[in-house]
């Protein structure tokens, strides 16, 4: 793959505008048709903040991953990292470029700028000093994660019913990026993770926590759901639910790798249940 794109992580891309159209669909449900265009424009600049976060991720991570991940572009030297910040930039200032410009001639309104500013504000502080720090910097992610879904609701123009699709998302973002500090714990010498200050046992007790406040989450917000939408609903958040306990259950035996895939494919699962959840 072209270095450039792969430092994208086209991938997370991809799962990123799928959350932003589940967080629309979830608004407004079928009406979402009327709003094609809103869509579009708020998913392609979704995606270049996504990229560009993630190719500014890899620049700060170049050192470590070279223990870490160094089949990636930077620690491979297939991408030199001026080139790899420059490139950065470029795609967060296009992503927000596009959002600004769609409020200038009125077709979004003011929230998804705001969402995608404030994250980008974030996700540099993050960078800079919050992801040395530990559950602080996890529970940033977490936010972040979560925050994809109420920048959908806000492409509409009404985000608040994406605030359960936020809440859940945050929490359970929460538990994957513990897993995920277990994973990378060799390579993050440098760094005061969760597993390397209180140890790798309790940081994943404390995952667990963080995902059975999700699992207990998903089943009451089945609520907000009536009829053949609330069967629905349940049988795909119920199957989420599994697929993350599993996963988790995986980093407990010693394979943090596979255990924050299966809590990511849990959460492509979650995301199906709001939109049968919405569309029913």
Same mark, same amino acid.
């Given at each position: 793959?072209?270095?450039?794109?792969?430092?994208?992580?086209?991938?997370?891309?991809?799962?990123?505008?799928?959350?932003?159209?589940?967080?629309?669909?979830?608004?407004?449900?079928?009406?979402?048709?009327?709003?094609?265009?809103?869509?579009?424009?708020?998913?392609?600049?979704?995606?270049?903040?996504?990229?560009?976060?993630?190719?500014?991720?890899?620049?700060?991570?170049?050192?470590?991953?070279?223990?870490?991940?160094?089949?990636?572009?930077?620690?491979?030297?297939?991408?030199?990292?001026?080139?790899?910040?420059?490139?950065?930039?470029?795609?967060?200032?296009?992503?927000?470029?596009?959002?600004?410009?769609?409020?200038?001639?009125?077709?979004?309104?003011?929230?998804?700028?705001?969402?995608?500013?404030?994250?980008?504000?974030?996700?540099?502080?993050?960078?800079?000093?919050?992801?040395?720090?530990?559950?602080?910097?996890?529970?940033?992610?977490?936010?972040?994660?979560?925050?994809?879904?109420?920048?959908?609701?806000?492409? /509409?123009?009404?985000? #608040?019913? +994406? @605030?359960? $699709?936020?809440?859940? %998302?945050?929490? *359970?973002? !929460? =538990?994957?990026?513990?897993?995920?500090?277990?994973?990378?714990?060799?390579?993050?010498?440098?760094?005061?993770?969760?597993?390397? /200050?209180?140890?790798? #046992?309790? +940081? @994943?007790? $404390?995952?667990?926590? %963080?995902?059975? *406040?999700? !699992? =207990?989450?998903?089943?009451?917000?089945?609520?907000?759901?009536?009829?053949?939408?609330?069967?629905?609903?349940?049988?795909?958040?119920?199957?989420?639910?599994?697929?993350? @306990?599993?996963?988790?259950?995986? %980093?407990?035996?010693?394979?943090?790798?596979?255990?924050?895939?299966?809590?990511?494919?849990?959460?492509?699962?979650?995301?199906?249940?709001?939109?049968?959840?919405?569309?029913?």
């Amino acid at each position: 793959m072209n270095p450039y794109l792969e430092i994208t992580r086209p991938a997370n891309c991809v799962l990123t505008a799928v959350a932003v159209a589940v967080g629309a669909f979830v608004a407004v449900g079928p009406e979402l048709a009327g709003l094609a265009v809103q869509l579009a424009l708020g998913c392609g600049a979704a995606m270049a903040c996504v990229a560009g976060g993630n190719a500014l991720n890899d620049w700060f991570d170049r050192d470590s991953d070279r223990a870490n991940h160094p089949q990636r572009p930077l620690p491979s030297g297939r991408l030199q990292p001026a080139a790899a910040r420059r490139w950065a930039l470029v795609l967060l200032m296009a992503g927000l470029g596009a959002l600004a410009a769609g409020w200038l001639v009125d077709l979004l309104g003011a929230l998804p700028l705001a969402i995608a500013g404030g994250g980008c504000l974030l996700l540099g502080g993050y960078e800079t000093s919050l992801k040395a720090t530990g559950l602080p910097g996890n529970a940033l992610i977490g936010l972040l994660s979560g925050a994809v879904f109420l920048y959908g609701g806000a492409l /509409t123009g009404d985000p #608040g019913p +994406a @605030l359960w $699709l936020f809440t859940l %998302a945050a929490v *359970a973002s !929460v =538990a994957r990026e513990i897993v995920k500090d277990v994973q990378d714990l060799a390579g993050d010498a440098d760094r005061r993770t969760l597993p390397a /200050t209180v140890g790798t #046992g309790r +940081a @994943l007790a $404390l995952a667990a926590v %963080a995902l059975l *406040a999700a !699992v =207990a989450l998903s089943f009451y917000a089945a609520a907000g759901f009536d009829g053949d939408a609330r069967s629905g609903y349940l049988a795909l958040v119920a199957t989420a639910d599994a697929v993350m @306990l599993y996963g988790l259950w995986q %980093a407990w035996r010693g394979d943090a790798r596979a255990g924050q895939k299966l809590l990511k494919q849990g959460m492509w699962v979650a995301m199906a249940a709001f939109i049968v959840g919405a569309g029913l």
